[in-house]
């Protein structure tokens, strides 16, 4: 349970915890395939999709995979689990298509912004994110964010993705922080918590996709319930 009194910056994530990726996600494929008169099940689609991408962005993030080979196999590998023909030639420019459009929506999960106004008078918030620089840039100024954030700490700007200790290193120097008065808040075991306890940061895991339970730090499944924490 993280020490409230111990407490000074709080770091979150950005996608999957703050910024409702999969509907906007699924907002920007409509949209997309909508112009580019792809007629297939989106629902079929979609659900394909959000398995297919946990996963590539997971060997992105394990360095084994480029983040040219991330916006590509996604794709691809989604429209063959659906047995979806489609046009090669036509994948560079959905995928361009898709981060073009994605950072226009602005859904964020139910309380975002009530836990936000409470902490913003207490703590120093800041966020951690593996996305690409412009887009989640992006994504904090469209979805009425970017008041909140004293920094926003990006992979592809530090140059090391979560759960590497470097990026969480390199926020906390920046923030003028410690580890043991920081607490970490994310939808990834893996990248979010323990990548945050490894250096000794406190933890909270917003289990926003269901991820298996365990005694690491506090599980909440709504925003709502950190304010208890906090």
């Known amino acids: 349970m993280p020490d409230k009194n111990q407490i000074s910056n709080v770091f979150f994530d950005l996608d999957y915890t703050l910024w409702d990726f999969k509907k906007n996600s699924d907002l920007t ?7 580019l008169k792809i007629n297939l099940n989106l629902s079929r689609f979609l659900a394909a999709y959000e398995v ?10 394990e360095n084994k995979i480029s983040q040219k080979e991330l916006r590509h196999k996604r794709l691809t590998k989604t429209f063959e ?26 859904n964020l999960f139910e309380g975002a912004i009530t836990l936000l106004d409470g902490l913003k008078s207490k703590y120093h918030l800041h966020i951690i994110t593996n996305g690409f620089e412009e887009i989640q840039n992006h994504k ?6 970017s008041s909140y954030f004293e920094n926003v700490f990006t992979a592809e700007k530090v140059g090391y993705k979560k759960p590497n200790p470097i990026i969480f290193e390199y926020a906390l120097d920046h923030s003028q922080a ?16 323990m990548g945050a306890i490894n250096v000794g940061m406190q933890a909270i895991h917003f289990n926003s996709h269901n991820e298996p339970l365990h005694d690491h730090c506090p599980i909440v499944n709504h925003l709502d319930e950190i304010s208890a924490l906090l």
Do not use: C, H
């Open 178 to 193: 410690n580890a043991q008065s920081s607490v970490m808040i994310g939808d990834s075991l893996d990248a979010d918590v």
């Open 140 to 145: 904090i100024k469209n979805s009425g964010l």
């Open 52 to 61: 297919i991408n946990l996963y590539y962005w997971k060997l992105y993030r």
């Open 29 to 35: 494929f409509e949209k997309i395939f909508d112009q």
């Open 81 to 106: 689990a659906i047995d979806f023909a489609y046009d090669p030639n036509k994948i560079e420019l959905i995928s361009d298509l898709y981060i073009l459009n994605l950072s226009t929506f602005s």
